[in-house]
């Protein structure tokens, strides 16, 4: 395999991960039975805040738990809006997500002070695995890559032990499908749904961090780019199973490793028209799931507040 289509490959791991991260979070938020359609503007909180941390101390690690802290706190207020007020779960995640635009933006312009993409830190750097890096074909793609790379992939199955193998993933499921079957057997639904949006929105804050710590290392307004978006629309295509999801993800990935490898091949053709590729990859991902898959699968009490005091 040549040397650009080993580079290619590489770039859809790298790119896929941000995407990939949010998309877990998403998942296990989800099957306990909260929808937050904020994952935009946590991503925007973390990638800032990332930002800024190793902008104040040089350290890296800083900046991923400080998006990490971040999100978690996101995802406490989502929690509290969308649990404990019982306000709908769709208007409480779009008022995340411009949350998370106004806030990181303001503070980039007030109180960095700074312009925009014009100041560089020093970020997460690639990890050349020992042996395994030297695997033909494999090496050069998985294990050439940064920890938050490595972090993401082996989330994957652990996410998807805990969620379908594990009594914590049973009563997580059983909240999500039917949470006052497992209120009466002893669960404590509202605790298990704050714990799950928590650690959800800490996933996708971390995963913002990503773009600003991993990868650009630099900070530049709605450096997210949709990739939010593209997170939730990879739970739906994945039907938020975590290993279905990565396919998804290494889907868009492709799709942006595709769109820089076709600029920098120098092809005549419009760069506006080349980032409009993920977007339409969107949108057939969406037609496909409605027209293939046409059934929904989501948890029956995705979205449902419960209270209590419901039971009879």
Request: charged share 10%.
């Amino acid at each position: 395999m040549t040397e650009p289509v080993l580079a290619l490959l590489a770039a859809t791991i790298e790119l896929s991960t941000p995407i990939l991260l949010a998309a877990l979070g998403e998942i296990v938020a989800e099957r306990a039975g909260v929808m937050n359609l904020g994952i935009e503007g946590i991503m925007l909180v973390g990638a800032f805040f990332g930002f800024w941390a190793v902008y104040a101390t040089g350290v890296p690690a800083w900046g991923l738990f400080a998006a990490l802290l971040l999100g978690g706190l996101l995802g406490l207020l989502m929690s509290f809006l969308s649990i404990s007020l019982r306000a709908d779960q769709v208007v409480s995640g779009l008022s995340l997500w411009i949350l998370g635009i106004g806030l990181s933006t303001y503070l980039s312009r007030k109180v960095l002070g700074i312009v925009p993409g014009g100041v560089m830190i020093n970020g997460l750097k690639p990890i050349h695995v020992p042996v395994f890096g030297e695997i033909p074909l494999l090496g050069p793609v998985f294990f050439r890559q940064n920890i938050l790379v490595y972090f993401t992939l082996a989330l994957v199955p652990l996410t998807w032990f805990i969620l379908f193998r594990t009594k914590i993933g049973l009563k997580v499921r059983s909240i999500g499908e039917a949470p006052r079957v497992a209120d009466t057997l002893g669960i404590n639904v509202l605790r298990f749904r704050y714990i799950c949006v928590i650690i959800g929105s800490a996933l996708a804050g971390l995963a913002g961090s990503y773009l600003t710590v991993g990868r650009l290392y630099t900070w530049v307004e709605e450096v997210t780019a949709g990739r939010g978006w593209l997170a939730i629309v990879v739970v739906l295509f994945g039907r938020r199973d975590p290993a279905k999801a990565l396919l998804g993800a290494w889907l868009f990935g492709g799709v942006y490793a595709f769109q820089y490898y076709v600029q920098a091949m120098g092809v005549g053709i419009p760069y506006q028209l080349l980032l409009m590729l993920p977007y339409l990859v969107t949108a057939g991902s969406l037609v496909a799931v409605t027209i293939i898959l046409r059934r929904e699968e989501a948890p029956a009490a995705l979205g449902v507040p419960y209270t209590r005091e419901e039971q009879t």
